[in-house]
């Protein structure tokens, strides 16, 4: 069994930033992929970041490149997920996700484990 726990939401202002984190712990494959997903209220779960703990290859969704760095420790265990230049549209539930394999690294069917989430509030 996997888990997942995340960290590291919050409230900030318009302009800001927030630096998200995900630790893996359980069952854990050295090579796998793990995302970042968030979902707003009354929207669909989107997702925001993914990256391949073994290549160090890594997707991000358009609307948050630029200003969104998904990055891993050493032990690729953990994720984190910097956020600046921060805007309301951002404001979420953020999920950290967790899969061996993947097809397409932003899409949340492809995932199989997922943590409870971290709440991002962004104001204007």
């Known amino acids: 069994q996997v888990q997942l726990v995340e960290s590291g939401g919050g409230s900030v202002q318009a302009g800001g930033s927030l630096r998200l984190s995900c630790a893996a712990s359980?069952?854990?494959?050295?090579?796998?992929?793990m995302g970042w997903f968030r979902q707003a209220p009354g929207k669909e779960r989107e997702g925001v970041a993914a990256?391949?703990?073994?290549?160090?290859?890594?997707y991000y969704a358009d609307s948050v490149k630029g200003r969104f760095t998904i990055s891993q420790d050493n032990t690729k265990n953990t994720v984190t997920l910097q956020m600046n230049s921060l805007k309301p549209e951002d404001t979420a539930m953020y999920y950290c996700?967790?899969?061996?394999?993947?097809?397409?690294?932003?899409?949340?069917?492809?995932?199989?484990?997922w943590g409870q989430g971290t709440q991002v509030t962004v104001s204007s």
């Open positions: 990256m391949h703990t073994g290549a160090g290859s890594t």
């Open positions: 996700a967790l899969d061996r394999s993947v097809t397409w690294p932003l899409s949340e069917v492809e995932y199989y484990y």
């Open positions: 359980g069952y854990i494959y050295s090579n796998k992929w």
